[in-house]
């Protein structure tokens, strides 16, 4: 190389660092943040995380800087609140100033700021407001979300039939059947369990939602202009997204073809009512791109999460068959072997439903939930946050926050049981978040684990090829604590 290019080469790196460095002590001048670990230029706190078990990693962090501390992930100082005290605060009693949504670099190169997962202001109220309201129900055709639960666990019965009680991974069914239900509601229709396209799209489901949780995904919303555009799994991940999305406007365009305004037969048929009836505003946000996208969020948020805590269930009634054996009592007293389970049954099973609440605690899916940002500048428990900053109000640290449960990291269902044996509500038990950016599925996703749990313990004994004692119910390390140890499980009929 002659001394020209070196001395090209050189300069550009200088200036690439002075442009870091600058970058950096910008965003460093924001006086009055919360205390935190001290950042290096450009990579920020990421040396001292460990972004395979980042809620961990806050835990301890949390030992040092107490229950609201700043860490930068790249260049991007985060906030973040650990415990109910601290979590409730923010999202319940200043619930406006953050109920705003963070940049999401991984999925934003092909979402935008559309749908109602990543937008923010009057788009997302419009959007939320107008899905949860169909969700419930209204104008969504003759069957109801809970009929539409109960035909698909029957089918689910029929599949596990035909395993003979031979051992099995549930995860492949459980996925299948709880995705169609969401598929029911969206598209009006359901798969069937060897449908090749459907097997496709969930592939590509999960192949999405590994990458955005794992490693990858936290270093690509630290870097998006770095790695964006290097070959491999990011432009894997573009390139998956990219085709989900091109199936969801297949399914739109056979919507409109199809579409009868006096009898709409799901969310995408309401949903085209809908941007009929505001065909002259200006301002409207119910156009295409908001279609689509809302479209990919519910099928997202409506299949891994319902599907990973039932798998996450099971696990834990193996573990427990006294437990296990307890419910089927109830299931017997209550619903019988001559029909089904309803939602109404709920209120008559008390054990069962402390058991559900305490597999949701226990297991703790979105452990360091979906990360939030503040919509003003605000002062909060004395520090300074300005207007953008991310927030992440950590779930984990509220489920198993010593303050409002007994055991925190046992399995323990007198959390949420009385003395005599009724549900014992707890406010720290939020699994779906709190405030205004609650889950909306939340209704939907509690309908289901009672359902698919109880239909499947009237109908099967659980059984383990493992002694219970041994099974460790410890989620799957470096994972991010998401997801559930793999298992097998025997079902046989009862
Ligand atoms: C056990 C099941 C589920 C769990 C544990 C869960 C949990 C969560 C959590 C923690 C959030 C983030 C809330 C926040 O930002 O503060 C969320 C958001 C969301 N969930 Fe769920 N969810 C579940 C099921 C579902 C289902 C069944 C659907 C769809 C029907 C769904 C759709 C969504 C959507 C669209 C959002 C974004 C909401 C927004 O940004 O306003 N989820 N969920």
Known sequence: MDFGGAGTLLLAFGVTCLFCLLTWMKNRKWTGMPPGPTPLPLIGNLLQLNIWELPESFSKLSQTYGST???????????????????????????????????????????????????????????????????????????????????????????????????????????????????????????????????????????????????????????????????????????????????????????????????????????????EQEKGNPDTEFHHENLCVSVINLFFGGTETTSTTLKYGLRILLKYPDIAEKIQQEIDSVVGQNRCPSVEDRREMPYTEAVIHEIQRFADIVPLNLPHAVSETITFRGYTIPQGTTVFPVLTSVLKDPKYFKNPMEFDVDHFLDNDGSLKKNEAFIPFSAGKRICPGEGMARMEIFLFLTTILQKFNLKSDMDPSTIDITPQPLTNGTISRPYELVLTSR
């Open 69 to 275: 501390f700043t860490v930068y992930l790249g260049n991007r100082p985060a906030i973040i609140l650990h415990g109910y005290d601290a979590v409730k605060e923010a999202l319940i009693d200043n619930a406006d100033a953050f109920a705003d949504r963070t940049k999401f670099p991984a999925l934003e190169s092909v979402f935008k700021d559309y749908g109602i997962l990543l937008s923010n202001g009057e788009r997302w109220k419009q959007l939320r407001r107008f899905s949860m309201k169909t969700m419930r129900n209204f104008g969504m055709g003759k069957r109801s979300v809970e009929e539409r639960i109960q035909e698909e666990v029957r089918y689910l019965g029929e599949e596990i039939k035909k395993k003979k009680g031979l051992p099995f991974d549930p995860t492949y069914l459980l996925t299948l059947a709880v995705s169609n239900i969401i598929c029911s509601i969206v598209f009006g229709e359901r798969f069937e369990y060897e449908d090749k396209k459907f097997l496709g799209l969930l592939q590509m489901v999960k192949e999405i939602f590994a990458v955005v949780t794992s490693f990858q995904g936290q270093l690509l919303n630290a870097f998006p202009n770095l790695l964006r555009f290097i070959p491999g799994s990011y432009q894997k991940l573009y390139r998956d997204l990219t085709k989900l999305k091109g199936f969801v406007m297949e399914k739109v365009k056979e919507h409109q073809e199809t579409l009868d305004e006096n009898c709409p037969r799901d969310f995408i048929d309401c949903y085209l009512i809908k941007m």
